[in-house]
T-cell receptor, first 112, second 116 residues
Framework: QQPVQSPQAVILREGEDAVINCSSSKALYSVHWYRQKHGEAPIFLMILLKGGEQKGHDKISASFNEKKQQSSLYLTASQLSYSGTYFCGTQDRGSTLGRLYFGRGTQLTVWP | DAGVIQSPRHEVTEMGQEVTLRCKPISGHNSLFWYRQTMMRGLELLIYFNNNVPIDDSGMPEDRFSAKMPNASFSTLKIQPSEPRDSAVYFC??????????????FGDGTRLSIL
């Protein structure tokens, strides 16, 4: 039930774009995205609830393909502040409501 | 507004000792989650409560772990006896009322636990 994230790590220069993928073997009800900086708590980014839904704020957006049981996080024109580990959390259809399974994370490093 | 408050921030203790981690959720939130984070296993849900009632404790590793939520503003996670493999960062998170999956989870700063 733990979703699979790819890639495991990404290194970028400021201004470059990145895509992080999250894939589940289970039918999904929702996908949550969080960012965690070293030694800090995960911080909520966004939730996607409906198949095909796309959300975003600033230059970070995400999509949810319910049929493929996948979500992708898009970071455009990356900034130094985007560095951190990105986690997707999935809620499986049929599992207890509220229970999230988190992926292993994607470590993003942005260099000046 | 105060966020989720966890204590202690760091705990170092010897194997066999009892460890109690504490959490105060955000006021008005009615769902509370305990997670454990390690390099090997990532972020795992241990247990979560809704309206002070345990909903899913299937992630609790074994009988040495127990969790309580005596009221809406306080929860504890206890390990007795502790073992070195329990060393991890333990996070508490809370979320506002609504259907469980529609709300973000707000995480505390975590307790870094080391069992020697």
């Amino acid at each position: 039930q733990q979703p699979v994230q790819s890639p495991q790590a990404v290194i970028l220069r400021e201004g470059e774009d990145a895509v992080i993928n999250c894939s589940s073997s289970k039918a999904l009800y929702s996908v949550h995205w969080y960012r965690q900086k070293h030694g800090e708590a995960p911080i909520f980014l966004m939730i996607l609830l409906k198949g095909g839904e796309q959300k975003g704020h600033d230059k970070i957006s995400a999509s949810f393909n319910e049929k493929k049981q996948q979500s992708s996080l898009y970071l455009t024109a990356s900034q130094l502040s985007y560095s951190g580990t990105y986690f997707c959390g999935t809620q499986d259809r049929g599992s207890t409501l509220g229970r999230l399974y988190f992926g292993r994370g994607t470590q993003l490093t942005v260099w000046p | 507004d105060a966020g989720v408050i966890q204590s202690p921030r760091h705990e170092v203790t010897e194997m066999g000792q009892e460890v109690t981690l504490r959490c105060k959720p955000i006021s008005g939130h009615n769902s509370l989650f305990w997670y454990r984070q390690t390099m090997m296993r990532g972020l795992e849900l241990l247990i979560y409560f809704n309206n002070n009632v345990p909903i899913d404790d299937s992630g609790m590793p074994e009988d040495r772990f127990s969790a309580k939520m005596p009221n809406a503003s306080f929860s504890t996670l206890k390990i007795q006896p502790s073992e070195p493999r329990d060393s991890a960062v333990y996070f508490c998170a809370s979320s506002p009322p609504d259907s469980y999956s529609n709300q973000p989870q707000h995480f505390g700063d975590g307790t870094r636990l080391s069992i020697l």
